[in-house]
């Protein structure tokens, strides 16, 4: 293995994703929720309830997927869920 290698691999043992997990949590999640409300509100504001409902039930299961993805218990949940149906 010659220096470069060796130098490249030693640093790429070291590399995580987890900062790049925490901006996105502490950044890019407060904006999307952002501006799916805003958007919501001005759907609202049409007097389109029935649309605000519709979107709303794709917002909270889309929210629900977004937060296994972010928690990181995805494995265990998945687990849970099959055991309600095989028993």
């Known amino acids: ?5 060796a130098v490249v ?3 790429a043992q070291g590399v995580t ?3 790049l ?3 996105i949590q502490d950044n890019v999640v407060p904006l999307i929720l952002l501006g799916i409300a805003i958007i919501l509100l001005w759907i609202g504001g049409r ?7 519709r ?4 917002l909270i299961i889309g929210l629900v997927a977004l937060g296994i993805a972010v928690s990181g218990n995805g494995p265990e949940i998945g687990s849970f869920l099959a055991s309600l149906i095989t028993g």
């Open 21 to 23: 997990q925490t901006w």
């Open 17 to 19: 994703s987890a900062p």
């Open 55 to 58: 979107r709303s039930v794709g």
């Open 1 to 5: 293995m010659t220096a470069p290698e």
């Open 9 to 11: 691999l030693s640093l």
């Open 47 to 53: 007097g389109d309830n029935a649309g605000v409902a």
